[in-house]
């Protein structure tokens, strides 16, 4: 397949938007864990203090997902959410075993700002509109957690990476997109937990085919890779591990991408 890259500074400049820097908590039986290439997860921290932390570090957004949810077919951790919640004062989003229009409901009123929804929206593609609908879009991201099959083609994967549902990533995205979602949460598993840098083809892909906005994740290990999602057409760029382990500290990477002509909220 021939990727066709439009210009990032075009899509930037129609978004309007500053390049955001998104710590992602990954949550399993309450505590923060991170792993590589969704195995191996260790264990990292107490979600409250490591939000708090990046609250005050100048963090654009948090993500929040409770990754064994779905595959032990259970509700996310609200009272994990509230606490999380009342620390914070940047946009909040949580995902993890959400089914219905109550569930989103339920962490809306917890205190969270947007909804991530991954094994459900594959599960169920409905609630993708019916959630924009009652909600609105800017409350619904969905995320992708995406396998290479060969060169240029990507499965999709859910129940935390445990299960391939041989979907074609170039058709989910756009059917996404055209069901209500206001923005992709995009996860090469290749990547993750790497540190070699993110898949860049399937951002560039990815930011030339669909109209809203994109939040690169898998595999951020130094300052430049980040710089290389921006200037790939990623909206935001998602990292765990170079936060969590203080590798990377935020105002000093937001520094060195405004030093790079990256527009960013400092």
Known sequence: MNIEINSFQEKQSNDNLAFRIIPCLDIKSGKVVKGVNFLDLKDVGNPVEIASRYNNQMADEIVFLDITATNEDRNILIDVVK????????????GGGIKSLEDMYKLLDSGCDKISLNSSAIN?????????????????????????????????????????????????????????AGEILLTSMDSDGTK????????????????????ASGGAGTMEHIKDAYFSGANAALAASIFHYKEIEIPVLKQYLKDNNIPIRI
């Open 83 to 94: 606490a999380v919640a009342k620390e914070i004062f940047i946009p909040f989003t949580v």
């Open 124 to 180: 169920n593609p409905s609630l993708i509109e019916e959630g924009a609908k009652r909600f609105g879009s800017q409350c619904i991201v969905v995320a992708i957690d995406v396998k290479r099959n060969n060169n240029f083609k990507w499965n999709v994967f859910i129940n935390g990476g445990r299960i391939d549902t041989n979907i074609d990533y170039f058709t989910w995205v756009k059917k996404v997109e055209s069901l209500g």
């Open 196 to 215: 070699n840098g993110y898949d860049l083809d399937i951002i560039q892909w990815t930011s030339s085919n669909i109209k809203i906005p994109l939040i």
